[in-house]
């Protein structure tokens, strides 16, 4: 489990020192995928680093299984970050950085390095740098994949990969939080990137968290629902329900309603509808009717 | 779960290795150019010259092996580190299960490896070339250990105070710079400390102490000595410690770096302060030193304080802040500037009574008095082994003690070393060993002249500036006198009789000299030689004041030929100087062929003669030069008046009407 509790992170930046992270405390739990999304600037990166160790916290605490991460190199030897920019060492060929990474992670599996060789189907022998920048970062994950982590800390990782690859690479990622109960935490400016991988999203505005769901809850808690009544539309229906949202189209009335369908369904039928469907409802708009009140950070990550 | 633990990670030391192996390879070859080739080459050349200044095996090429010793060093620790100052490459790095620590020494190993493997390759090469053929001529065993040994202590002390600048900042190009600042530092702070310090209290001796130690601050500095002298072995010792030192600071740098810092000027926003304020102060004291000792003046030095803090405080701020735009930001010079003058004001005030400190004569156990604040320093070395050169009777230290009050009193804070100014520093030993040193510069020689005159004609002085008063008369083999002019004729005496009577006289010639004859001295443009039994050659100056001497070559007629005389003159050209422009008089004398505004030709016996007996050395502030022009030379054998109140009436009358 990785829990942060009260973490607060300032960075020196000439004369006025900038407030990056504000007392942020969160857990995720072991086996989930967790997408931390935020608009530019949000402190998602500097929130990644601190839990894969590389930088350090002023205050609070951080830790993966009990233990804090910082300098930890028992701990970070389970630990893997691709950051947004990947990083090879100059003039390494990919044998060569596969041979580092063996060497530095004790986990290190070299069937899965060649098995993935022929799926992705890269040659080993060719200089990384070589490598387009969709290619370099299909090596990173290559790599990062066969330290078998039980912690994987992705910083915007499907930008400029295409389709094809982005569905590969997410398939590997969810085939090991199946099998090992990998624990993944991804961040991303853009919902639509990551809500098919989540269950759990948080969103980060300004330092701080303003929002976190389990996306299964969040999808079997709030519905879409279509109905038409004979008559008048019964005012007491709407005062029984959880309401997040309603509109009528003619005789038709569409509301989003929070609740247990099964429950909704039994309130509304006493009404004799004509009419009474749920409607699917996609992320994105349950987080616009979730989130009237912090319209401006949920509406940039849906871009 | 089962972890490897092993503290060597092989993958960790080859990625080093393609980072940096280049370095060493260089290194070596370089080395191999610089000592073994080079020895090679010259043993094959055939008429090849015997080189008497291979002292050691730094002579062969010392400028290659000085290159390579202060570079390689920095471009390693650069290199090796330059992974802390690239954002990716630094989270890459520290994202890996490996303590900070841990990388720390990976790095380390390796770079003391590439500079020490390519050191000890050099020195098997050359044993194996010295069992081969005889090489003594070029080196021994012990040359070669010295070799190896110096070059690796000095290259591991500049690789550690690379890393150790390293850690402090952020940016490659400033950790190169900021390394060599650092080695430089501590004997330019105390250069520009001392220097300053002199323009502040009066009587500071700055010469004094930058004539001892204080190249030896730093290994730049110290090069020279590195390499020709001996590296003492207690050097040796102080540098190893200044590397362990350095290595532990850098392993807690290291520690508690923030790695966000990466790309920043200085990675810990505490030492921004010191950064920024110290290059202030250091820029402050280089301007001051830089208007000082080309101007001379107060105001100068004024102007250099300011100039220079302004510009120190911009340039911090402009590397602190990554920006030329730093116009705006004065405060902080600001609270510098209040600061600096409260400083200099506590200084000027002189607290500690340092600028009246005069030492009670019972607490004094000698004094060296001199000139030359540097002859102090040498002669302890130099001459003490042939005769003493201080003063310790109780009646010249009383006498020094009132010259010291006289000049504390007449000397004020813009007399500053101008070249024109005499200088004067007296150097207490106390009986308890401590040293009082002081110097002085002396506007007016006048002020000072009733106070030096019980010095200067007093035996014991007398006996500190002339070896020949050390010399027993007997050891004496021979004495010469001959013209200091292309004049014909000269005095050789080595008859041990007449020796014994001309020493003797000239012994006490030398004792019975007068203040006046020893400060402005009347010559007769001639030198004594006089050679002593170890063969040493002493010279004395002819002066007119010499009785006893004269007496004696008149009485065994030697005078004609052992000074020059109004016949082996054909005229005298007395040239009185302007005031701004007396450097090309001697262009002028060249041509002079009769008398005119400035100048007064003389071909009279009689006049001729009166000249010839005013002559002597040269004062500062001269009006007057004296051209003689001899038979069969065209050009003038340039003399002064001994002083003004010798030169003849006819002279002056001259001149002034």
């Known amino acids: 489990m990785i829990s942060f509790s009260n973490v607060t992170k300032t960075f020196d930046a000439g004369k006025v020192s900038e407030h990056v992270l504000h007392d942020v405390t969160f857990e995720i739990r072991r086996g989930s995928i967790y997408g931390l999304l935020g608009s530019n600037g949000a402190g998602k990166t500097t929130l990644l680093k601190i839990l894969a160790g590389i930088l350090k916290q002023d205050s609070g605490t951080v830790s993966i299984d009990e233990q804090p991460i910082f300098e930890n190199p028992v701990l970070k030897s389970r630990v893997v970050f691709i950051p947004d920019v990947v990083f090879f060492f100059s003039q390494y060929t990919v044998l060569q950085m596969a041979k580092f990474y063996q060497d530095v992670y004790p986990n290190w599996n070299q069937e899965r390095f060649k098995a993935l060789q022929t799926l992705l189907g890269l040659d080993v022998n060719k200089k990384v740098q070589r490598f387009s920048k969709g290619m370099q970062r299909q090596v990173a994950f290559w790599l990062s994949l066969c330290a078998m982590p039980d912690v994987l800390i992705l910083d915007e990782p499907f930008d400029g990969l295409d389709p094809v690859i982005r569905n590969k690479v997410k398939n590997l990622i969810i085939q090991d939080v199946a099998e090992r109960d990998m624990t993944v935490i991804v961040s991303s400016h853009n919902l639509r990137e990551v809500e098919d991988i989540c269950d759990y999203v948080g969103i980060l505005h300004r330092g701080s968290f303003i929002l976190e769901k389990d996306l299964d809850d969040l999808k079997s808690d709030v519905h879409k629902v279509q109905v038409a009544f004979k008559n008048e539309v019964p005012e007491a229906l709407f005062a029984s329900l959880n309401l997040l949202h309603q509109e009528q189209r003619g005789s038709v009335v569409l509301c989003i309603v929070k609740g247990k369908e099964s429950e909704i369904e039994q309130v509304i039928k006493q009404y004799n509808p004509v009419i009474y469907d749920v409607l699917p409802l996609t992320l994105e708009e349950i987080f616009i009717y979730e989130m009237g009140g912090v319209g401006y950070a949920v509406e940039n990550i849906l871009v | ?657």
């Open chain 2, 1 to 657: 779960m089962q972890l490897k633990t092993s503290s060597y990670k092989k993958e960790l030391m080859k990625q080093d290795l393609r980072n940096v192996g280049w370095i060493g390879v260089i290194y070596f070859v370089a080395l191999i150019f610089a000592v073994p080739l080079e020895i090679m080459m010259r043993v094959t050349n055939d008429n090849r010259s015997y080189y008497p200044d291979s002292e050691t095996l730094f002579s062969f090429h010392l400028e290659i092996q000085v290159l390579a010793i202060f570079i390689v060093p920095v471009i390693l620790s650069i290199f090796l580190f330059r992974y802390m100052q690239v954002k990716s490459a630094t989270d890459f790095v520290h994202s890996l299960p490996l303590k900070r620590e841990r990388m720390f020494h990976h790095h380390l190993i390796t770079g003391v490896a590439m500079l020490i493997i390519p050191q000890l390759l050099i020195a098997v090469i050359l044993l194996f070339m010295n069992a081969a053929i005889d090489l003594e001529d070029y080196f021994v065993p012990a040359d070669l250990g010295y070799w190896l040994g110096v070059t690796t202590v000095v290259t591991l002390t500049i690789f550690l105070t690379g890393i150790l600048v390293g850690m402090v900042t952020g940016i490659s190009a400033v950790q190169g710079v900021l390394t060599y600042i650092l080695l430089l530092f501590p004997a330019g702070i105390v250069l520009l400390l001392l220097v300053n310090l002199d323009y502040v209290l009066i009587g500071f001796s700055e010469d004094y102490y930058l004539s001892t130690r204080v190249t030896e601050f730093s290994p730049i500095t110290d090069l020279i000595e590195l390499f020709h002298r001996d590296f003492t072995f207690l050097k040796a010792i102080i540098y190893l410690c200044i590397s362990v030192v350095f290595y532990y600071m850098s392993i807690q740098l290291y520690k508690n770096r923030k790695l966000e810092a990466a790309t920043q000027a200085l990675v810990f926003s505490k030492l921004k302060p010191v950064f920024k304020y110290g290059v202030t102060f250091c820029a402050t004291l280089l301007g001051g030193f830089y208007f000082g000792e080309t101007q001379h003046q107060f105001s100068w030095i004024l102007v250099g304080y300011i100039l220079g803090s302004m510009i120190g405080y911009l340039v911090a701020e402009m590397v602190l802040e990554k920006t030329w735009r730093v116009f705006g930001n004065w405060k902080g010079y600001l609270y510098y500037s209040v600061a600096a003058v409260i400083i200099y004001f506590i200084i000027s005030i002189d607290i500690t009574g340092y600028e009246n400190r005069i030492p009670e004569a019972e607490a004094v156990d000698r004094i060296y008095l001199n000139e030359s604040p540097h002859r102090y320093s040498y002669a302890k070395e130099l001459y003490e082994m042939n005769y003493p050169n201080y003063l310790s009777e109780k009646k010249n230290i009383e006498a020094v003690r009132a010259l010291h009050q006289q000049l504390i009193e007449h000397t004020s804070r813009i007399d500053y070393s101008g070249y024109r100014n005499e200088r004067m520093t007296i150097a207490y030993e106390l009986s308890n060993g401590k040293m009082i040193v002081r110097e002085y510069s002396v506007k007016d020689q006048k002020v000072i002249e009733n106070y030096l005159k019980p010095i200067y004609e007093s035996k014991e002085h007398k006996e500190t500036q002339t070896e020949l008063l050390h010399v027993n008369s007997n050891d004496v083999s021979k004495v010469t006198i001959s013209p200091d002019v292309a004049v014909s004729g000269e005095v050789v005496i080595v008859e041990p009789e007449q020796l014994m009577s001309l020493v003797e006289g000239l012994k006490a010639d030398i004792y019975a000299e007068s203040y006046d004859d020893i400060v402005y001295p009347r010559h007769h443009m001639s030198r004594i030689r006089i050679l002593t039994a170890e063969n040493r050659e002493l010279h004395v100056q002819f002066k007119q004041s010499f009785e006893n001497v004269e007496q004696w070559l008149r009485a065994n007629n030697f005078n004609e030929d052992a000074v020059v005389t109004a016949d082996d003159i054909t005229k005298v050209a007395v040239q009185r100087l302007s005031e701004n422009d007396n450097r090309h008089y001697y262009d002028r004398m060249v041509q002079i062929s009769e008398s005119s505004d400035d100048v007064l030709v003389v071909e009279e016996k009689d006049k001729i003669e009166a000249i010839l007996n005013s002559t002597g050395g040269q004062k500062p502030g001269e009006r007057y030069v004296i051209g003689y022009f001899f038979e069969g030379d065209d050009y003038p054998h340039i003399q002064h008046f001994a002083s003004d109140d010798v030169i003849p009436d006819f002279v002056l009358e001259y001149f002034n009407k």
